[in-house]
């Protein structure tokens, strides 16, 4: 498949550039408008159109030679009838067995994205196709982006406020999505914004100055901060500090792979039913591992997800994609690695803003109103 870019005025005149340099079977990926100027605010300049489009390059059958049937580099996972060579020639012989080569490759990675496809995605596509073997138009794509939006939900939480019972949240994770800074700014929203009584626990006894580094946050704040390594010490700072309004659990992070990992934490959390575990997922992170991750979890029954590092990818489509298919709410996100600046509690405005037109415009909504997106932020989610 060849993937290529384009950016034009307006969306027809993209359309027309795909079409020439594409041909009419070009798939669109994707749309999304382009501020020109600073800031996007240059009327000289207007907005412009990025289309993502695709074109399938399919491959063509060789005219086998029964002299060359049993070329070792058909292997189980090939059948002799997939792969077809033409006759060769003491003369040529180099020649065929690149072009051999060169299609054995384009045959591996053609079953490798048949393979991974993802449903979400082919199914549109797959249910038009027979209808009348015709592309989807892009109006058609945007709706089914549409549709997955709909489908997103926001779930921030309600700390703090009358009548409301404490609570405390664990946020797991595998390694290096960011879950100590993500719970020193969940500690400065609340504890110091909201004026919550909060408590940092840390359970990382794996990473060299983890521990350090949540204690350092909680002078700075002001607020409680203890490290439990021990299942028993575990219980008893849950028992001690059970009259605050948010305990805030700091966990190891692990690979995905490590199983023992998830039966630990499910052990030690299930002493206390008041802990509510939320998934800390790595925007930059492939949709593949992203679906490992959600999977591996499942144990925990995780409350909402938290998104982090939105700032260091451009690149949404598959976040977006396996958030629906994880059907878990979106409670935080995280746009930086300043403290407590980087952080907005998660809405459905918020999120539709990301997935709908990008980094830049959910960027200028927080230069240009932060304060207002706040103040929306909690209306919406209260």
Known sequence: MRIKRFEAPDIQTAMAMIKKELGKDALILSTKKIASGKNGRDERNPDRIEVMAAVEQNLRPFPESPSQREHPCRTGSFPADSIRITPSTEKNHLGEGVHLEAHDLCQRFDNLLRSKADPALLEPLQQEAGKNRSRPA?????????SLLARITARPMTVGRPGNQGIAISLVGNTGVGKTTTAAKIAAWYGVREGCRVVLLSMDCYRIGATDQLRAYARIMNIPCEVALRKKDFIQALARHQDKDLIIIDTAG???????????LADWFGQ???????????????????SKIVEVYKPLCPRGVILTKLDETRSYAGLCQQLVAAN????????????PEDFLPASKYILETLFRWGWTALEEEIKYDKSNLIKSTLKRSG
């Open 138 to 146: 892009p109006d058609e794509v945007a709706a089914w982006r549409d």
């Open 254 to 264: 692990k690979s995905p792979y490590d199983q023992g990992h998830i039966d630990e």
């Open 272 to 290: 206390h039913n008041r802990i509510e575990p939320h998934l800390v997922l790595n925007a930059t992170s492939k949709k593949e591992l992203i």
């Open 328 to 339: 878990l709410p979106v409670s935080f996100i995280t746009t930086g690695q300043r403290i």
